[in-house]
Nanobody, 123 residues
């Protein structure tokens, strides 16, 4: 069993930055691929970024490439999402998730989820 708790969301102006954190407890953090997803009102949950179980590779959705960075700290059992140059279309609830697979960009293949943190970007 893995428990995930996100933090770091908030209200920011367009062009600003936020760093989301996801603290994991339970099984060893390095045993799972970790991902960030987001869901805006009236829309489906969508993939944002993932880091492989080994921590060696990262993947991003096209619209956030060059602006967002996912990283992990095994010693702290924490994964981060650094978000720069934020745009109003980034507004959503952001979720951290853990998958037993080596990595995945599909939310259906994630086994554990946090409660979500709201990110609002004003224009």
């Amino acid at each position: 069993q893995v428990q995930l708790v996100e933090s770091g969301g908030g209200l920011v102006q367009a062009g600003g930055s936020l760093r989301l954190s996801c603290a994991a407890s339970g099984r060893t953090f390095s045993s799972y691929a970790m991902g960030w997803f987001r869901q805006a009102p009236g829309k489906e949950r969508e993939f944002v970024a993932t880091i492989t179980r080994s921590g060696g590779s990262t993947y991003y959705r096209d619209s956030v490439k060059g602006r967002f960075t996912i990283s992990g700290d095994n010693a702290k059992n924490t994964v981060y999402l650094q978000m720069n140059s934020l745009k109003p279309e980034d507004t959503a609830v952001y979720y951290c998730a853990a998958s037993r697979l080596f990595y995945s960009i599909s939310y259906r293949q994630y086994d554990y989820w946090g409660q979500g943190t709201q990110v609002t970007v004003s224009s």
